[in-house]
């Protein structure tokens, strides 16, 4: 990801330029892992099929729909702070760290074992961004990436009780 963040837009936030500026390409880095990960469960939620397909069908819809609402947050956090947020299906796939799922999957349960392995590298990102934006002293974006986490976890969760029994 391309690490110069432009400073567009005015802020009154009393967070140092240099603070918003890094948290500004922390947000995009986790925006653009964000987006594709919605891509990826809507994948999933598209083209899943077995004796479990409903209750994968409606479960990957919904963990989705919870992936565009922390976009947004995430967005609105990097423009609140003075940047610009980059959020588009191809800024996140040139800048993604989540592994690509592979386009042929459709067995339900193969689904859900690569959507708990790309959640938890998920996870373990957001809770490095909590550390990061704490260190720098951002409370704000570790509490929005603490929030994020929580759900994520319990997301996790869902899956690996599929595995499970």
């Known amino acids: 990801m391309n690490t110069t963040t432009a400073m567009e837009l005015e802020t009154r936030i ?4 240099a603070t918003r500026e890094s948290m500004v390409d922390l947000l995009n880095q986790q925006l653009a892992d964000t987006f594709d990960l919605y891509s ?6 598209w083209n899943v099929k077995g004796m ?4 994968l069908h409606l479960l990957f819809d919904q963990l ?5 609402r ?6 609105e956090r990097a423009t609140a702070l003075g940047g610009l ?11 993604s760290h989540i592994e690509e799922l592979p386009s042929e999957m459709t067995d339900g349960k193969e689904f859900v074992i690569a959507m708990a392995d790309r959640f938890a590298a998920y996870g373990a990102s957001s809770r490095a961004a909590i550390k ?15 929030e994020i986490t929580r759900e994520v976890n319990k997301s996790l969760y869902f899956l690996e009780s599929h595995l499970q029994g």
């Open 70 to 75: 922390y976009a947004d947050d995430i967005a």
């Open 14 to 17: 009393d967070i140092a330029q």
């Open 85 to 95: 947020a980059k959020g588009t299906a191809r800024m996140a796939s040139e800048n």
């Open 64 to 68: 989705a729909a919870n992936f565009i």
């Open 132 to 146: 990061r934006a704490e260190d720098e002293n951002d409370a704000v974006t570790a509490d929005l990436f603490t």
């Open 40 to 45: 990826q469960v809507k994948q999933a939620h």
């Open 52 to 55: 479990k397909f409903m209750s």
